[in-house]
Nanobody, 123 residues
Framework: EVQLVESGGGLVQAGGSLRLSCKAD????????IAWFRQAPGKEREGVSC????????YHGDSVKGRFTISSDNAKNTVYLQMNSLKPEDTAVYYC????????????????WGQGTQVTVSS
């Protein structure tokens, strides 16, 4: 059974930092891209960051470039999202998902999603 479990969300003041974790079980980790998405109430899902576990390529959405960093520990089957200089507009539920690069990062589609973790940034 494939399972993605996010952790690390919470409440933080603007300018602060959080690190999210996504633990993936039941997949061959090195064969998948893992991406972080977020969705705020009334807004569309937004791609935040994506990492290819096969070659380490990283991708970040324009709204988070220079502030967020995605990384992966293949030995632990875990992907991290380091979020710095957080802004109130970063407030959302953050989800991780696994899949092939095009379907995952371009189409925002996946068969495997985590349950989400809430990030709230106060002003």
């Amino acid at each position: 059974e494939v399972q993605l479990v996010e952790s690390g969300g919470g409440l933080v003041q603007a300018g602060g930092s959080l690190r999210l974790s996504c633990k993936a079980d039941g997949i061959t980790f090195d064969d998948y891209d893992i991406a972080w998405f977020r969705q705020a109430p009334g807004k569309e899902r937004e791609g935040v960051s994506c990492i290819s576990n096969s070659d380490g390529s990283r991708y970040h959405g324009d709204s988070v470039k220079g502030r967020f960093t995605i990384s992966s520990d293949n030995a632990k089957n875990t992907v991290y999202l380091q979020m710095n200089s957080l802004k109130p507009e970063d407030t959302a539920v953050y989800y991780c998902a696994a899949g092939g690069h095009f379907r995952l990062w371009v189409l925002y589609e996946s068969d495997y999603w985590g349950q989400g973790t809430q990030v709230t940034v106060s002003s």
